[in-house]
Nanobody, 126 residues
Framework: QVKLVESGGGSVQAGDSLRLSCVVS????????MGWFRQAPGKAREGVAS???????IYAESVKGRLTISYEKDANTLSLQIDTVKADDTGNYYC????????????????????WGQGTQVTVSS
């Protein structure tokens, strides 16, 4: 069974930088894709970044320029770098993995993902 474990969340000040990590239990191969989602209380889960099996990325317009997604295949680790954090970055951040759509697939859609981590909380104070 594929397992994903997020880490790196915590309380930060607006303007700071934060790096989240997600360790994947196994190599899912080139046709897998991964993403980061976040959810604030009372709001829908929002896809913020995704990376394909060949390394191409896509970002939500609301975070473009501040967030960077990356994948270190040797460590089976997905990362999300958040620069200049804002108050509205507050939420529970989830990593997710999808399979079966080819090496170029990437998605910010919740239903496209088969595996999910349990989340890591990010709280931004201003």
């Amino acid at each position: 069974q594929v397992k994903l474990v997020e880490s790196g969340g915590g309380s930060v000040q607006a303007g700071d930088s934060l790096r989240l990590s997600c360790v994947v239990s196994e190599d899912l191969g080139r046709e897998s894709f991964m993403g980061w989602f976040r959810q604030a209380p009372g709001k829908a889960r929002e896809g913020v970044a995704s990376i394909s099996g060949v390394g191409s990325t896509i970002y939500a317009e609301s975070v473009k320029g501040r967030l960077t997604i990356s994948y270190e295949k040797d460590a089976n680790t997905l990362s999300l770098q958040i620069d200049t954090v804002k108050a509205d970055d507050t939420g529970n951040y989830y990593c997710a993995a999808g399979v079966g759509r080819g090496a170029f697939a990437r998605s910010l859609v919740v239903n496209d993902y088969a595996y999910w981590g349990q989340g890591t909380q990010v709280t931004v104070s201003s």
